[in-house]
């Protein structure tokens, strides 16, 4: 089976194709356009998904180097996402299966988040069923009971930002440019970080809050900088340390509190914070601590890419889970949704 997959939820373009669950490719054009605005603007990332579609289709057809007459069907991204942005996605993937007279699949980003650790050759191997998925991305911060393919149940989630806001909006409080979190995972490699303690939030069960933790950080800065104006350069990698030490703890938290509820202790992360160097060691520690078995996507299957789509795609292939060319991209598409 020859999945093309293609993904365009937010401000990345992304094409691969999949052969099983084996990557023949994962072409990815990132919108440099947002830098200058601090975030990413809707309308200026679907005209550049406009422009970067056909070209990145064709590369990854090229690098995977088969002919697109082999393709046994189509995946693409429905949502979650921007509207602008997922339509440019979904009507390409509309035509070209009606084209090609191929099925049409549509996934779900955040289960494509997920179910990326179902790809052929992941460092960690692929998880048993039931385990725990904690998405940490640009959009989202949610804990899942992954009982099947198909079938999530999410524990706990975020009330406000997402964890990934959580450090691009720290970032651009330092005046980085987005998106920061990578940014301040680098800095924070020379930092130390209990230089200064930030408060962490109180949130009930296994949900989450980020906006009072970006707020401290504001005061802080503007307090510090009011007395020596250099206060950040001169810190960088100290304040950089203390927040992403702060972030991940909130995450490490609320990890253990879910092994603790449902005594699974498969975890799988996903979304593009799993990039981030300090949660890939905590994990890691907590192998060795508490006996849990975790799984860490490569770096490359962490940040947006259709190699993830195109995962689900084939995982639907095969349950026969295709879909009508009436479908419509969905903004707002919950990850236990049915339909
Ligand atoms: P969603 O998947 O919820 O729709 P998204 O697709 O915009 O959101 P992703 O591409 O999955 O988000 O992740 C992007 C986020 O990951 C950004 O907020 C970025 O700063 C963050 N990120 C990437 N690498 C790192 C890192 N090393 N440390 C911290 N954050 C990181
Ligand atoms: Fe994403």
Redesign the pocket.
């Known amino acids: 089976i020859y999945i093309l997959a293609i993904e365009s939820?937010?401000d990345d373009t992304s094409a691969a194709v999949l052969q099983n669950k084996k990557v023949l490719s994962n072409i990815t054009a990132t919108q440099q356009i947002h830098e200058e605005y601090g975030g990413v603007v809707p309308e200026l990332a679907s005209r550049a998904h406009q422009q970067n579609i056909v070209p990145v289709v064709h590369q990854a057809l090229n690098k995977a180097n088969i002919d697109k007459k082999l393709i046994s069907a189509i995946a693409f991204t429905r949502g979650?996402?921007l509207m602008g942005s997922l339509l440019v996605g979904t009507s390409f993937a509309k035509s070209l299966a009606l084209g090609l007279n191929v099925p049409l699949i549509e996934v779900n980003?955040?289960q494509a988040?997920i179910l990326a650790h179902f790809i052929e050759g992941q460092g960690d191997g692929s998880p048993e069923f039931p385990f725990l998925a904690m998405t940490i991305?640009?959009?989202?911060t949610q804990i899942v009971l992954v009982k099947d393919y198909f079938d999530m149940e999410i524990l706990g989630e975020t009330l406000d930002d997402?964890v990934?806001?959580a450090?691009?909006k720290s970032a651009k409080i330092l005046g980085l440019p987005y998106?920061?979190?990578?940014l301040?995972?680098k800095y924070a490699k020379n930092g130390n970080p209990k230089a200064f303690p930030f408060p962490k939030p109180k949130v009930e069960g296994l949900n989450f809050s980020f906006s009072g933790l970006k707020t401290s950080i504001l005061y802080f800065i503007q307090r510090e900088t009011a007395k020596n104006p250099d206060f950040i350069e001169e810190n960088l990698a100290d304040i950089c340390a203390s927040i992403q030490s702060t972030i991940v703890g909130i995450l490490m938290d609320k990890l253990k509190k879910a092994v603790k509820q449902t005594g699974i202790k498969r975890i799988a992360i996903g979304?593009?914070?799993s990039?981030?160097?300090e949660i890939r060691n905590s994990l890691k520690a907590g192998e060795r601590k508490w006996g849990w078995k975790t799984y860490i996507p490569k770096f490359e299957y962490c940040?947006?890419n259709a190699a993830m789509i195109g995962i689900v795609g084939y995982l639907k292939y095969e349950q026969n889970a295709f879909t009508d060319q009436a479908v419509s991209a969905k903004a707002r598409y919950v990850l236990d949704d049915k339909g």
């Not at 991305?137 to 989202?140: D, L, V």
């Open positions: 939820s937010c979650p996402g980003h955040m988040h991305s640009g959009g989202h997402a990934g806001e450090f691009d998106p920061g979190g990578p301040i995972d979304g593009g914070v990039a981030n160097s940040t947006d």
